[in-house]
């Protein structure tokens, strides 16, 4: 499907929750948190609806988000739901880890193909002090449990997080380098005005500073031709060899929405047209009375319609009404 400004957008991003295990400084604050009620998410039955609605006008790749997807008790059955629907040709998750030892074999049987895991430094005092809660050896554990049950090719995100991870970044991609990771280093955005965003504004890295420090610790990146022109990411291999890539995720310093190929669905049944802006479009209550597939793909045909060309964070015009974990990313 092709928006007013010729983007083919094909992938929708599936928030099933707003919980999180982790409360990473620059995502979720540690008080006045709110979540959305059990009635009011949607359910596993809807959220294949949605995705059904979704296939009808050439959506073909689907990845599930939140807060953190693994504290959804019905995750499987999501998972297999979308994952059998004809011409859903992708089903990927973004996940802390945490909980994979437990489910990433049931995950891959139900038809997960992969997953990015989330772990912004190798230093176990640093990643307490970013992430908060859980530990480094919880979400090693989490990716090894990905890697043995085949959720391949993994690729690892990072948060760089000035005064915090910043200086990290050369470990992790020295880890790229020597075990043939991929790991992308994501700029901060401020999303929800409030404690997360100030942190996201205060602590902001640019890639650049984070490809300079990197390249004077391990030698110069080759830049890697872009396969996939909707890829968020710039990504490179080490000139000196390993199979390893860095990616450097830049939506702040080099935006990337003229290739923006991406709706999201939130929890509550939301269509949320751009990451950094407030417009929605409620498909819920469609859903609740009783619309089916037409009517859901209608709602989605008009969200594709309104999705803004792009951001506007120079202008100090991000996303008011929700966090990131409120989005999913
Ligand atoms: N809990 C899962 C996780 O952390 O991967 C999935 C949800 S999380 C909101 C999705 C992604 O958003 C994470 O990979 C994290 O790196 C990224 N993220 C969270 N807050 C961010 C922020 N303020 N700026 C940039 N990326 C952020
Ligand atoms: Fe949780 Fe992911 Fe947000 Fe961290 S980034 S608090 S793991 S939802």
């Not at 019905?74 to 437990?102: F, Y």
């Not at 490809?211 to 968020?232: F, K, Q, V, W």
């Amino acid at each position: 499907m092709r928006d007013s400004f010729g983007r083919t957008i094909d992938y929708l991003r599936i928030s099933v929750i707003d919980h999180c295990n982790l409360r990473c400084v620059y995502c979720m604050p540690l008080r006045g948190l709110s979540f959305i009620p059990s009635p009011e998410l949607l359910t596993a039955e809807e959220i294949e609806q949605v995705a059904r609605a979704a296939v009808a006008v050439g959506f073909r790749k689907f990845r599930l988000t939140g807060g953190e997807p693994t504290l959804r008790p019905d995750l499987v059955e999501i998972v297999g739901r979308i994952a059998s629907i004809p011409g859903a040709e992708d089903v990927a998750m973004t996940t802390n880890a945490i909980l994979l030892p437990r489910l990433a074999r049931p995950l891959k049987e139900a038809g997960l193909r992969r997953v990015n895991v989330h772990v912004d430094t190798l230093d176990p005092e640093r990643l307490k002090r970013l992430m908060r809660f859980g530990t480094l050896a919880e979400i090693e554990a989490g990716l090894a449990a990905a890697e043995k049950a085949g959720l391949t090719p993994v690729k690892i995100n990072v948060v760089v997080t000035r005064d915090y991870n910043d200086e990290d970044v050369v470990e992790m991609a020295r880890r790229a380098k020597e075990r043939g990771w991929h790991v992308r280093f994501i700029e901060l955005m401020p999303l929800g005005g409030g404690e997360a965003a100030h942190v996201a504004l205060s602590q902001f890295v640019p890639s650049q500073e984070s490809r300079r420090r990197i390249e004077e610790a391990l030698g110069p990146l080759t830049s890697l031709p872009r396969t996939n022109l909707a890829d968020e990411a710039r990504n490179f291999r080490f000139a000196e060899g390993g199979d390893g890539v860095v990616g450097f995720i830049s939506p702040v310093s080099e935006p990337y929405c003229g290739s923006c190929n991406r709706m999201r669905l939130t929890a509550d049944g939301k269509f949320h047209l751009c990451l950094l802006n407030d417009d929605e479009l409620d498909v819920k209550r469609a859903l609740r009375s009783g619309g089916g597939e037409t009517e859901v793909a209608a709602i989605l045909t008009r969200a594709v319609g309104l999705k803004p060309t792009g951001h506007r964070l120079e202008e100090g015009v991000s996303a008011e009404e929700r966090a990131m974990f409120q989005i999913g990313g």
